[in-house]
T-cell receptor, first 112, second 111 residues
Protein backbone atom coordinates (compact mmCIF):
# COMPACT_ATOMS: atom_id res chain seq x y z
CA UNK A 1 0.00 0.00 0.00
CA UNK A 2 0.91 3.63 -0.06
CA UNK A 3 3.50 4.81 2.44
CA UNK A 4 4.88 8.16 3.57
CA UNK A 5 8.12 8.35 5.56
CA UNK A 6 9.84 11.13 7.43
CA UNK A 7 12.42 11.36 10.16
CA UNK A 8 11.11 11.72 13.72
CA UNK A 9 13.22 14.60 15.04
CA UNK A 10 14.97 17.75 13.86
CA UNK A 11 16.76 20.34 15.97
CA UNK A 12 17.82 23.72 14.57
CA UNK A 13 19.18 26.95 15.98
CA UNK A 14 16.89 29.95 16.13
CA UNK A 15 17.32 32.08 13.00
CA UNK A 16 18.65 29.22 10.88
CA UNK A 17 16.68 27.47 8.14
CA UNK A 18 14.90 24.20 8.88
CA UNK A 19 14.51 21.57 6.20
CA UNK A 20 12.11 18.72 6.83
CA UNK A 21 12.20 15.85 4.34
CA UNK A 22 9.63 13.29 3.32
CA UNK A 23 9.48 10.40 0.87
CA UNK A 24 6.37 8.72 -0.48
CA UNK A 25 5.63 5.68 -2.58
CA UNK A 26 2.43 6.44 -4.48
CA UNK A 27 3.42 7.54 -7.97
CA UNK A 28 -0.13 8.68 -8.67
CA UNK A 29 -0.17 11.19 -5.81
CA UNK A 30 -2.26 14.22 -6.66
CA UNK A 31 -1.60 16.54 -3.75
CA UNK A 32 1.20 16.61 -1.20
CA UNK A 33 0.68 18.41 2.06
CA UNK A 34 2.49 19.78 5.04
CA UNK A 35 0.55 19.99 8.26
CA UNK A 36 1.66 21.55 11.53
CA UNK A 37 0.55 20.38 14.95
CA UNK A 38 1.29 22.48 18.00
CA UNK A 39 1.09 20.90 21.47
CA UNK A 40 -2.50 20.04 22.44
CA UNK A 41 -3.92 21.16 19.10
CA UNK A 42 -5.31 19.53 15.99
CA UNK A 43 -3.59 19.62 12.63
CA UNK A 44 -3.30 22.86 10.74
CA UNK A 45 -2.70 22.84 7.00
CA UNK A 46 0.48 24.82 6.34
CA UNK A 47 0.75 24.45 2.61
CA UNK A 48 0.24 21.99 -0.18
CA UNK A 49 1.58 21.43 -3.66
CA UNK A 50 -0.09 19.91 -6.66
CA UNK A 51 1.86 17.06 -8.21
CA UNK A 52 2.57 18.91 -11.47
CA UNK A 53 4.52 21.61 -9.62
CA UNK A 54 8.19 21.57 -8.59
CA UNK A 55 8.19 24.34 -6.06
CA UNK A 56 5.86 26.52 -4.08
CA UNK A 57 6.83 29.47 -1.92
CA UNK A 58 4.72 31.16 0.70
CA UNK A 59 6.48 33.76 2.86
CA UNK A 60 8.99 31.83 4.99
CA UNK A 61 7.91 28.45 3.65
CA UNK A 62 9.31 26.77 0.54
CA UNK A 63 8.08 23.40 -0.65
CA UNK A 64 10.16 21.42 -3.12
CA UNK A 65 8.83 18.39 -4.94
CA UNK A 66 11.01 15.90 -6.79
CA UNK A 67 8.45 13.67 -8.42
CA UNK A 68 11.02 11.38 -9.99
CA UNK A 69 12.51 10.53 -6.60
CA UNK A 70 9.15 10.86 -4.78
CA UNK A 71 10.74 13.31 -2.39
CA UNK A 72 9.09 16.30 -0.76
CA UNK A 73 10.73 18.87 1.47
CA UNK A 74 9.62 21.82 3.57
CA UNK A 75 12.06 24.64 4.20
CA UNK A 76 11.32 27.16 6.93
CA UNK A 77 13.49 30.25 6.65
CA UNK A 78 14.57 32.20 9.75
CA UNK A 79 13.18 29.58 12.13
CA UNK A 80 11.54 31.03 15.24
CA UNK A 81 10.57 29.51 18.59
CA UNK A 82 6.94 29.60 17.45
CA UNK A 83 7.84 27.11 14.74
CA UNK A 84 8.36 24.40 17.36
CA UNK A 85 5.80 21.74 16.50
CA UNK A 86 5.30 18.39 14.83
CA UNK A 87 5.22 18.61 11.04
CA UNK A 88 3.35 15.97 9.10
CA UNK A 89 3.89 15.18 5.46
CA UNK A 90 0.85 13.71 3.70
CA UNK A 91 -0.28 12.72 0.25
CA UNK A 92 -3.56 12.04 -1.46
CA UNK A 93 -4.60 10.74 -4.83
CA UNK A 94 -7.85 10.02 -6.57
CA UNK A 95 -6.61 6.48 -7.08
CA UNK A 96 -6.48 5.97 -3.31
CA UNK A 97 -10.12 7.03 -3.12
CA UNK A 98 -9.21 10.48 -1.82
CA UNK A 99 -7.75 9.15 1.40
CA UNK A 100 -4.95 11.20 2.88
CA UNK A 101 -1.94 9.13 3.93
CA UNK A 102 0.25 10.65 6.64
CA UNK A 103 3.84 10.23 7.65
CA UNK A 104 4.77 9.71 11.28
CA UNK A 105 5.56 13.38 11.82
CA UNK A 106 8.83 15.24 12.43
CA UNK A 107 9.22 16.99 15.77
CA UNK A 108 11.03 20.28 15.20
CA UNK A 109 12.76 21.77 18.21
CA UNK A 110 14.42 25.17 18.24
CA UNK A 111 17.52 25.86 20.32
CA UNK A 112 18.63 29.38 21.24
CA UNK B 1 -13.90 29.21 7.36
CA UNK B 2 -14.52 25.50 7.48
CA UNK B 3 -15.22 24.36 10.97
CA UNK B 4 -14.77 20.81 12.10
CA UNK B 5 -15.89 20.40 15.67
CA UNK B 6 -15.27 17.44 17.90
CA UNK B 7 -17.60 17.20 20.86
CA UNK B 8 -14.99 16.61 23.56
CA UNK B 9 -11.34 17.62 24.01
CA UNK B 10 -10.70 15.11 26.81
CA UNK B 11 -12.51 11.93 27.80
CA UNK B 12 -11.81 9.32 30.47
CA UNK B 13 -13.73 6.06 30.17
CA UNK B 14 -13.61 2.68 31.87
CA UNK B 15 -12.66 -0.57 30.18
CA UNK B 16 -15.73 -2.18 28.62
CA UNK B 17 -17.73 1.04 28.28
CA UNK B 18 -19.33 2.03 24.99
CA UNK B 19 -17.84 5.31 23.84
CA UNK B 20 -19.15 7.79 21.28
CA UNK B 21 -16.92 10.39 19.68
CA UNK B 22 -18.84 12.99 17.70
CA UNK B 23 -17.63 15.14 14.81
CA UNK B 24 -19.57 17.86 13.00
CA UNK B 25 -18.54 19.90 9.95
CA UNK B 26 -20.36 22.92 8.61
CA UNK B 27 -19.29 23.06 4.96
CA UNK B 28 -21.40 20.35 3.35
CA UNK B 29 -18.38 18.13 2.65
CA UNK B 30 -19.16 14.63 1.54
CA UNK B 31 -15.97 12.95 2.74
CA UNK B 32 -15.24 12.59 6.42
CA UNK B 33 -12.56 10.63 8.23
CA UNK B 34 -11.56 9.37 11.65
CA UNK B 35 -7.88 8.98 12.49
CA UNK B 36 -6.06 8.04 15.63
CA UNK B 37 -2.70 9.54 16.43
CA UNK B 38 -0.06 7.79 18.50
CA UNK B 39 3.53 8.92 19.11
CA UNK B 40 5.89 7.75 16.38
CA UNK B 41 3.05 6.24 14.33
CA UNK B 42 1.61 9.38 12.78
CA UNK B 43 -2.05 9.36 11.87
CA UNK B 44 -3.70 6.05 11.10
CA UNK B 45 -7.03 5.89 9.33
CA UNK B 46 -9.77 4.08 11.24
CA UNK B 47 -12.86 4.63 9.08
CA UNK B 48 -14.06 7.05 6.44
CA UNK B 49 -17.32 7.93 4.80
CA UNK B 50 -18.16 9.26 1.33
CA UNK B 51 -21.76 10.09 1.97
CA UNK B 52 -24.65 9.64 4.33
CA UNK B 53 -25.00 6.03 5.48
CA UNK B 54 -21.86 5.05 3.59
CA UNK B 55 -18.74 3.89 5.39
CA UNK B 56 -15.46 2.27 4.49
CA UNK B 57 -12.87 0.61 6.70
CA UNK B 58 -9.52 2.27 6.95
CA UNK B 59 -6.27 0.69 8.04
CA UNK B 60 -7.16 -0.11 11.67
CA UNK B 61 -10.95 -0.58 11.99
CA UNK B 62 -10.87 -3.38 14.58
CA UNK B 63 -12.70 -2.46 17.76
CA UNK B 64 -14.41 0.55 16.15
CA UNK B 65 -17.58 1.28 14.23
CA UNK B 66 -18.99 4.49 12.73
CA UNK B 67 -22.29 6.13 12.00
CA UNK B 68 -23.17 8.75 9.36
CA UNK B 69 -26.88 9.46 9.59
CA UNK B 70 -26.55 13.08 8.50
CA UNK B 71 -24.06 14.62 6.10
CA UNK B 72 -22.59 16.98 8.66
CA UNK B 73 -22.07 14.44 11.43
CA UNK B 74 -19.71 11.48 11.58
CA UNK B 75 -19.56 9.48 14.80
CA UNK B 76 -16.89 7.04 15.92
CA UNK B 77 -18.03 4.30 18.29
CA UNK B 78 -15.93 2.14 20.54
CA UNK B 79 -18.23 -0.78 21.26
CA UNK B 80 -16.27 -1.96 24.32
CA UNK B 81 -13.40 0.34 25.17
CA UNK B 82 -10.03 -1.20 25.92
CA UNK B 83 -6.84 0.32 27.30
CA UNK B 84 -5.08 -0.02 23.93
CA UNK B 85 -7.61 2.43 22.53
CA UNK B 86 -6.18 5.20 24.68
CA UNK B 87 -5.11 7.70 22.05
CA UNK B 88 -5.72 11.05 20.38
CA UNK B 89 -8.61 10.82 17.91
CA UNK B 90 -8.82 13.28 15.03
CA UNK B 91 -11.76 13.87 12.73
CA UNK B 92 -11.27 15.39 9.27
CA UNK B 93 -13.52 16.69 6.54
CA UNK B 94 -12.35 16.77 2.94
CA UNK B 95 -13.11 19.15 0.09
CA UNK B 96 -13.62 17.91 -3.46
CA UNK B 97 -10.01 18.72 -4.30
CA UNK B 98 -8.86 16.60 -1.35
CA UNK B 99 -7.88 19.41 1.02
CA UNK B 100 -8.49 18.21 4.56
CA UNK B 101 -9.67 20.21 7.56
CA UNK B 102 -9.20 18.78 11.02
CA UNK B 103 -10.96 19.09 14.32
CA UNK B 104 -9.02 19.87 17.50
CA UNK B 105 -8.87 16.24 18.53
CA UNK B 106 -10.24 14.20 21.40
CA UNK B 107 -7.76 12.75 23.83
CA UNK B 108 -9.34 9.54 25.11
CA UNK B 109 -7.99 7.70 28.13
CA UNK B 110 -9.37 4.24 28.90
CA UNK B 111 -8.71 3.09 32.45
Amino acid sequence: GEDVEQSLFLSVREGDSSVINCTYTDSSSTYLYWYKQEPGAGLQLLTYIFSNMDMKQDQRLTVLLNKKDKHLSLRIADTQTGDSAIYFCAESSYSSASKIIFGSGTRLSIRP
Amino acid sequence: DVKVTQSSRYLVKRTGEKVFLECVQDMDHENMFWYRQDPGLGLRLIYFSYDVKMKEKGDIPEGYSVSREKKERFSLILESASTNQTSMYLCASLTKNTEAFFGQGTRLTVV
